[in-house]
């Protein structure tokens, strides 16, 4: 899928994206890549073949950094790595998440810490280091996700967690305003990953979805570059503190 718009402002930018070797985060990889942005991106599964991929596509690979996001000085290990090769982080993209489904009778407490760990606490201190480099602006953008708007059901503290990134967002914009430094919230729809495809898409619940769209027609992980570009670039400079919902028309916010 070509992209429509070329970000100038992001050739040479250095872009840290979290999950940015898999699904909607390989997908956000090549986008910034093509544009000529450094990418650094960590994962917990091997990436390798990934790197290969697109080194032969792009001329130059991506920073794979191996390790769970989780642990918070890890995290923060891989940043400064990722800084020391490409310069202080001028776009965090937090991407990574899990929708495991799960019901409120089922959820024991260690599921729910472990839940928020990768779904929320991870997003929050990759933006607390985020904003320590970037000391002449940048931009954080926090995948969010309809699911909360949509109030839906069968994986409570998955939804829990995605309003807990709008409302983070909001706080954010505000606090680190002052400094130059944009936050925006990106929700999508029900993108459909290898992942989704494997563990959830029954053809019943697919059809039931796509006819809530507007747009008739099954959102790829593609779909999310060119609105975590925009979000990325001085394109939307004068936006901050805003979820943008990128769904085929799903919900309806404003």
């Known amino acids: 899928m070509s992209q429509p718009a070329t970000f100038h402002d992001l050739n040479g930018a250095s872009v840290y994206i979290t999950g940015g070797g898999s699904g909607v985060g390989a997908?956000?990889?090549?986008?910034f890549m093509a544009q000529g942005a450094n990418?650094?991106?960590?994962?917990?599964?091997?990436?390798?073949?990934?790197?290969?991929?697109?080194?032969?596509?792009?001329?130059?690979?991506?920073?794979?950094?191996?390790?769970?996001?989780?642990?918070?000085?890890?995290?923060?290990?891989?940043?400064?790595?990722?800084?020391?090769?490409h310069g202080p982080l001028n776009v965090l993209v937090n991407n990574a998440a899990n929708d495991k489904r799960h019901s409120l009778e089922e959820t024991t407490p260690e599921f729910w810490d472990w839940m928020i760990e990768v779904n929320l606490k991870a997003?929050?201190?990759?933006?607390?280091?985020?904003?320590?480099?970037?000391?002449?602006?940048?931009?954080?953008?926090?995948?969010s996700s309809i699911s909360y708007m949509m109030g839906n059901a069968g994986y409570p503290?998955?939804?829990?967690?995605?309003?807990?990134?709008?409302?983070?967002?909001?706080?954010?914009?505000?606090?680190?305003?002052?400094?130059?430094?944009?936050?925006?919230?990106?929700?999508?729809?029900?993108?459909?990953?290898?992942?989704q495809l494997d563990m959830w898409a029954t053809p019943e619940d697919l059809a039931s979805h796509l006819d809530r769209q507007c747009l008739k027609e099954h959102l790829t992980p593609e779909d999310m570059i060119a609105?975590?570009?925009?979000?990325?670039?001085?394109a939307s400079r004068a936006m901050t503190g805003q979820c943008m919902a990128v769904d085929g028309g799903v919900v309806v916010t404003g």
Do not use: C
């Open 27 to 31: 997908a956000l990889t090549d986008g």
């Open 227 to 234: 609105p975590t570009l925009f979000l990325a670039s001085q």
């Open 157 to 195: 503290v998955y939804t829990t967690s995605n309003a807990g990134i709008t409302g983070m967002t909001r706080s954010l914009a505000r606090e680190l305003g002052p400094r130059n430094i944009r936050v925006n919230a990106l929700a999508p729809g029900w993108v459909l990953t290898q992942k």
């Open 39 to 85: 990418v650094a991106f960590i994962g917990r599964s091997d990436a390798s073949a990934f790197v290969e991929e697109m080194r032969e596509k792009h001329g130059r690979a991506p920073l794979f950094l191996q390790g769970d996001m989780t642990d918070t000085e890890l995290l923060r290990a891989t940043m400064t790595k990722a800084a020391e090769a």
């Open 123 to 143: 997003y929050f201190f990759a933006s607390q280091e985020a904003a320590r480099q970037m000391t002449e602006g940048g931009a954080i953008i926090n995948f």
